[in-house]
């Protein structure tokens, strides 16, 4: 079965950039789709089909995807933006999420 | 503004069989190109797919839980539903359910807000 690897946790320090990696085989040529929790929340989709934003995700959001890694960049970050981070792709018909990652803003 | 939401119990026994349902309300559920799915979260967890459903009726489940799930669509109702049979404590979670967009977007585009369930004697 087809594995993403997301690192457990990333600090970012407020106004800079964070980057948050998925890691699985021959990622680049899947979609990825990434998705923010925060705390007692549902998912939210915030990037589709690698580096695509919804309506009402800001710019600073944006997404990679190339070789055998994802990304998910923030820039700017903010207080707000602090969450827990997973990517997920569809393989043959079935969701697989990574692990998440937990971006902490300091 | 398309809506869902999760309803069932929130405690079961174990070996029961967990049983919740999630309605869609300001769009039709028989839309074409749109799958709907279940995802569970156990506390402090990371997030685990469990299947989804087509209108008319076509299923993918996790192959890990296949031997105890069914998902199941009720068009008129604009409702859809899960059933996890033999249930243990590691299916205490919250349990999501979500609409997979078209091909176009592909990603799970709308989400409930969950429900807690709680495998316990």
């Known amino acids: 079965s087809y594995e993403l690897t997301q690192p457990l946790s990333v600090s970012v320090a407020l106004g800079q950039t964070a980057r948050i990696t998925c890691r699985g085989n021959?990622?680049?040529?899947?979609?990825v789709h990434w998705y923010q929790q925060k705390a007692g929340q549902a998912p939210l989709l915030v990037i589709y089909?690698?580096?695509n934003r919804p309506s009402g995700i800001p710019e600073r959001i944006s997404g990679s995807n190339s070789g055998n890694t994802a990304a998910l960049t923030i820039s700017r970050a903010q207080a707000g933006d602090e969450a827990d981070y997973y990517c997920q792709v569809w393989d043959s018909s079935t969701a697989v999420f990574g692990g998440g990652t937990k971006l902490t803003v300091l | 503004q398309l809506q869902l939401q999760e309803s069932g119990p929130g405690l079961v026994k174990p070996s029961e069989t967990l049983s919740l349902t999630c309605t869609v309300s300001g769009g039709s559920i028989s839309s074409s190109g749109y799958y709907w799915g279940w995802i569970r979260q156990p506390p402090g967890k990371g997030l685990e797919w469990i299947g989804n459903i087509y209108y008319s009726g076509s299923t993918y489940y996790n192959p890990s839980l296949k031997s105890r799930v069914t998902i199941s669509v009720d068009t008129p109702k604009n409702q859809f539903s899960l059933k996890l049979k033999s249930v243990t404590a590691a299916d205490t979670a919250i349990y999501y359910c979500?609409?997979?967009?078209?091909?176009?977007?592909?990603?799970?585009?709308?989400w409930g807000q969950g429900a807690l369930v709680t495998v316990s004697s």
């Open positions: 021959n990622i680049g040529k899947k979609n």
């Open positions: 979500a609409r997979r967009g078209t091909m176009a977007v592909a990603g799970l585009d709308y």
């Open positions: 089909r690698d580096i």
